[in-house]
């Protein structure tokens, strides 16, 4: 089983190449894990953006910004992740990274869901 303790370092190891932060958050904006700069405001506003475009076809939202590029993934029904890149980085590299974290995370993250 996954140990809360460790979902900082999984989502540090998405932080290169221009990711500034990696954030796991519930669809209320509060963030369950950070990794990298503290972005508190990113996961209220990009919550509140996913639960507005929300249905069951949408799987990632993208979104270019003054200060960099932003990619939010749903991990499960209750969670999203939010990679925070810098303006030099790709689209295509902060969604490739998404995905896999997603992809490494969803098991886990339904299991302890179901826990409590």
Same mark, same amino acid.
């Given at each position: 089983?996954?140990?809360?303790?460790?979902?900082?370092?999984?989502? @540090?190891?998405?932080?290169?190449?221009?990711?500034?932060?990696?954030?796991?958050?519930?669809?209320?904006?509060?963030?369950?894990?950070?990794?990298?700069?503290?972005?508190? !405001?990113?996961? !209220?506003? %990009? !919550?509140?953006?996913?639960?507005? %475009?929300?249905?069951?076809?949408?799987?990632?939202?993208?979104?270019?910004? @003054?200060?960099?590029?932003?990619?939010?993934?749903?991990?499960?029904?209750?969670?999203?992740?939010?990679?925070?890149?810098?303006?030099?980085?790709?689209?295509?590299?902060?969604?490739?990274? !998404?995905?896999?974290?997603?992809?490494?995370?969803?098991?886990?993250?339904?299991?302890?869901?179901?826990?409590?």
């Amino acid at each position: 089983m996954l140990q809360p303790k460790v979902l900082p370092r999984i989502l @540090e190891q998405a932080n290169t190449d221009g990711v500034k932060a990696t954030i796991l958050l519930n669809r209320n904006g509060l963030q369950l894990a950070t990794s990298g700069e503290e972005l508190k !405001a990113v996961s !209220a506003i %990009y !919550a509140n953006i996913w639960n507005l %475009y929300d249905d069951s076809s949408l799987d990632y939202l993208l979104s270019d910004c @003054e200060e960099g590029k932003i990619v939010v993934a749903k991990v499960t029904e209750k969670l999203l992740l939010c990679l925070c890149g810098d303006k030099t980085s790709q689209f295509g590299m902060l969604k490739a990274k !998404a995905k896999i974290m997603k992809q490494y995370l969803e098991e886990p993250l339904k299991q302890l869901l179901d826990v409590t």
